[in-house]
């Protein structure tokens, strides 16, 4: 039979268990609102008995462990599903952006701009003589210029910005994993032995892990040592307690690429926001780029090939060209012009002050023989003509008797240039550049609006290159679109990428947020749980209390016996 | 099954139902102020690359019209006119007739020459009149010409009366073209010569020549001469006539493309309106019916996460 002093040890073992156990109540009570926050449970376990006879008596309860309630595999969906989320998530708000630079539909997006282009050359068909009418033209010119332009611009803004994101979620990544690194060490630490579950570190490194999930595909694996291994794609991020830093380095196009501050090596990211980042700069701008750029250059190839064909107000007594060529002497098909120079052939007709004809004259271009040294001297060869070459390997030609003047259109033939000399050298053309960064119109037709080419003759109402011109919007000349049948099927493709996005997004989140509810179906705090325990260990502490207090009392009795 | 109903659980289901309906209404209070259904090409992919088509469309025609409505504006002109050397003409072929009788005396021939001499001076007036800076009857040289020939029509004098004309070298017969449609062009002017002398100067269409001669012809008093200019006259009044009911067709056909294009104009802006406009009506309705889910979602989650066992012990 065990002593009465060994039965007290039961009531104080009882009150300590009841104690603990309204410990752990009370942290769960207090981070009921911590959304990180798993849930724990003073597991008791009857106390060692002792062998006696007539058999085993109990010696009380105690604490076994203090155990976190969780189910690991919700936790580990929800770091896949995260993955998902983040990538949908990040892309969905950088195709926002690109959609509000666009600005489409809209009253001043660019196919607005691009109406009102071809509505200012009705109004100079109209009156090809007036001043005012040229004026408009060049003005809307210019607007759908700087609209190409500006486009532009933001969308590679918006670029290097990703760039930026990448290099701030790197460091965002090293910060998590430093911490991770950090916990797995005091975690470590406490954990010797293996009786105690560091709970609440374990916790915060879960949370860490979370956070990392939605940035790429995370890979985590706890080993035997109680230490979590973590991987983004194939490299290494925290081994043990030790954290492996990631880098960025810029390539030679500008963007940033991550490596791993140990091998150097590329990291290669097959999901999470990191991705998007990644496949938005890399295909996604890029793609609307490009779209643009080819607009835009068929806009000037198109536009030009027409202008290029037609007299403005008043004919040239000099003209130079917009482009020049790499070299004087090497032939026309090397000499680095953005449009190619064919076989072929253009017409110099020169006239007197009164429009008659003194002269007609075809070039003709043999692109792999001749250079602008030769063209230059088969114009110089005409008489009332000389043409020059700039330092830069501009070509100018300029009438000899200051009254003349020339243009390009072969008066009686009505011959147009065939080699694309003309447009490719910029002499008589409407636009400048080459694409959608680049594209401006013609110092020529900014110098002079007369120059702009409305007719087919030297009559000054005749309006029948501006209306070939105005055609050109019917035309599919842009990758077998019109131009903006072109521009508006670009921006639905824009818009069916983020409505896909978005409603995958949604999808992604619902998903997930089923799994965070089963998450904390589990692991989440229940307030009227914890009131039913606080009762519950409250009066198992009250009752051990009571135990010792008739305990004393026996006591009592016994030393009053003596 | 969800065996457990945690206060994470309660309170994150609670804000995602306010959340959800917050951002509803807020879609719907911006569908009725803009009036707009799609902002962003997301909205409506389709419907706003539609949108985007109609739009240009509509512009297209607003432009046509535009195109139209200057076009008949020149052509209406170029009837006045037209109708005005169709009573010079008929004013002169009354006198020629008139002389051409053996009735009338050498003087009284003498002061028609003189009247002849000056509706010629107004008929050369009018083929050389200006719309808009333009010559009318110059063709496609609306401007001046070269020197010493300005004008469509220029006068070549010999002493000191009207010996000739001297049409615009560089030609007047050039046409201008205004464009109405999709690919489709009018031109809207006449040209002097189809007008003035459809067979080159001097030849029997020449108005002109037959004013002059008729002219020296009443000085002259030669009555055959003045008989035969008659019969000229006759044919050049129905080359002018022709002309203007030639200009009166095509203003009709103008006309008749306005009234297409403003039907066209009125059956786009209203594909286009149910494309991109907001139906007030429904939007308000399902603005309400929002409303009432938004208040129940507020006042259902105040009630439930009011409610815990703390409150009794």
Request: net charge negative.
């Amino acid at each position: 039979m065990s002593s009465i002093f060994a039965i007290f040890d039961i009531g104080v073992r009882a009150m300590y268990a009841q104690q603990i156990a309204l410990q752990v109540t009370g942290q769960n009570i207090s981070n009921a609102n911590n959304e990180n926050y798993v849930r724990q449970r003073a597991e008791l376990k009857e106390a060692t008995p002792f062998n006696s006879v007539p058999g085993q008596l109990g010696s009380g309860v105690t604490i076994n462990q203090i155990i976190r309630i969780k189910d690991d595999f919700t936790d580990y969906q929800i770091q896949k599903e995260n993955q998902n989320f983040g990538y949908l998530q990040e892309k969905s708000n950088i195709l926002q952006q690109l959609e509000n630079i666009f600005n489409e539909p809209s009253e001043n997006g660019i196919n607005s701009v691009i109406s009102g282009f071809y509505d200012s050359l009705h109004d100079l068909a109209n009156y090809p003589e007036n001043f005012s009418s040229r004026v408009m033209v060049r003005e809307q010119g210019l607007t759908l210029c700087d609209s190409f332009n500006h486009t532009i611009d933001k969308i590679k803004e918006l670029k290097s910005n990703l760039n930026e994101s990448i290099a701030y979620k790197v460091s965002e990544i090293n910060s998590i994993t430093a911490d991770i690194a950090d916990l797995n060490n005091q975690i470590a630490r406490a954990e010797v032995g293996g009786i105690q579950n560091a709970n609440d570190l374990r916790n915060q490194r879960d949370a860490l892990v979370r956070a990392l999930s939605q940035m790429g595909d995370i890979f985590v694996q706890e080993g035997n040592d109680n230490l979590l291994y973590v991987q983004l794609g194939d490299t290494i991020l925290v081994s043990g307690v030790h954290q492996i830093q990631l880098k960025t380095q810029t390539d030679s196009q500008n963007n940033l690429r991550i490596v791993s501050g140990d091998s150097n090596k590329t990291v290669k990211i097959s999901n999470g926001s990191l991705k998007a980042l990644f496949d938005t700069r890399d295909d996604v701008l890029n793609k609307y780029i490009d779209d643009l750029d080819t607009l835009a250059r068929s806009i000037i190839t198109e536009l030009n090939k027409v202008h290029i064909g037609g007299i403005g107000l008043t004919m040239y007594q000099s003209a130079t060209a917009e482009n020049g060529a790499v070299a004087s002497t090497v032939p026309l098909a090397n000499a680095g012009y953005d449009f190619p120079v064919n076989g072929g052939s253009f017409t110099i007709s020169l006239y007197d002050s009164n429009r008659t004809l003194k002269s007609e004259t075809e070039i003709t271009i043999n692109p792999f023989a001749e250079s602008l040294t030769d063209i230059a001297a088969k114009i110089n060869a005409i008489s009332g003509l000389n043409a020059t070459i700039s330092s830069d390997n501009k070509l100018s030609i300029s009438v000899s008797n200051p009254t003349d003047q020339f243009s390009f259109l072969g008066d009686s033939t009505g011959a147009k240039d065939t080699s694309n000399f003309l447009m490719a050298a910029g002499l008589n053309t409407f636009f400048k550049g080459k694409d959608a960064s680049s594209i401006t119109l013609a110092d020529c037709i900014i110098n002079d609006v007369n120059k702009i080419a409305t007719a087919k003759s030297t009559a000054p109402g005749d309006n029948a290159n501006i209306i070939d011109m105005i055609a050109t919007r019917d035309k599919a000349f842009v990758n077998d679109a019109k131009p903006e049948e072109y521009f508006s099927s670009m921006i639905g493709d824009l818009g069916v990428e983020r409505q896909v996005t978005v409603k995958r997004g949604e999808t992604q989140q619902l998903i997930l947020r089923s799994l965070e509810e089963r998450f904390q179906a589990q692991s989440g705090v229940s307030f009227d749980e914890e009131a039913i325990n606080l009762i519950k260990y409250q009066r198992g502490y009250q009752a051990a209390a009571r135990f010792i207090q008739v305990m004393d009392g026996l006591i009592n009795s016994l030393i009053q016996l003596m | 099954m969800l065996d457990r109903i945690t206060n994470p659980m309660l309170i994150n289901r609670n804000l995602l139902y306010i959340n959800e309906n917050t951002s509803k209404l807020q879609k719907i209070q911006e569908q009725i102020a803009s009036g707009k259904m799609i902002r962003v090409a997301s909205d409506d992919p389709i419907g706003s690359t539609k949108s985007m088509y109609l739009q240009s469309e509509l512009k297209k025609i607003t432009q046509y019209n535009k195109n139209l409505v200057d076009g008949i504006g020149y052509m209406e002109q170029t009837s006045s006119i037209l109708t005005q050397v169709e009573n010079i003409l008929l004013e002169i072929k009354e006198i020629a007739e008139s002389a051409s009788t053996e009735i009338t005396t050498s003087a009284e021939k003498k002061a028609l020459s003189f009247q002849v001499n000056q509706l010629l001076e107004e008929l050369i007036q009018f083929s050389n009149t200006k719309f808009g800076g333009k010559f009318i009857f110059g063709g496609t040289e609306t401007l001046s010409g070269a020197k010493p020939n300005p004008a469509p029509f220029n006068i070549r004098m010999s002493g000191n009366v009207i010996a000739g004309i001297i049409t615009n070298p560089a030609g007047i017969d050039g046409v201008m073209q205004r464009i109405v449609g999709d690919g489709k062009t009018i031109s809207v002017n006449i040209s002097g010569e189809d007008v003035f002398l459809p067979g080159g100067t001097g030849s029997a269409s020449d108005i002109f020549t037959t004013l002059i001669k008729l002219r020296d012809n009443l000085n002259a008093n030669d009555t055959p001469e003045i008989r035969l200019r008659v019969s000229e006259l006759d044919k050049q009044l129905n080359q002018v006539t022709s002309q203007n009911t030639l200009v009166g067709a095509k203003v009709n056909r103008m006309q008749l493309i306005q009234n297409q294009l403003d039907e066209l104009k009125l059956v786009q802006k209203e594909h286009l309106s149910s494309i991109e406009d907001t139906d007030i009506a429904e939007a308000i309705l399902k603005l309400n019916t929002q409303e009432i889910a938004f208040q129940a979602a507020l006042q259902t989650s105040s009630k439930i996460l009011r409610q815990s066992l703390l409150d009794y012990i």
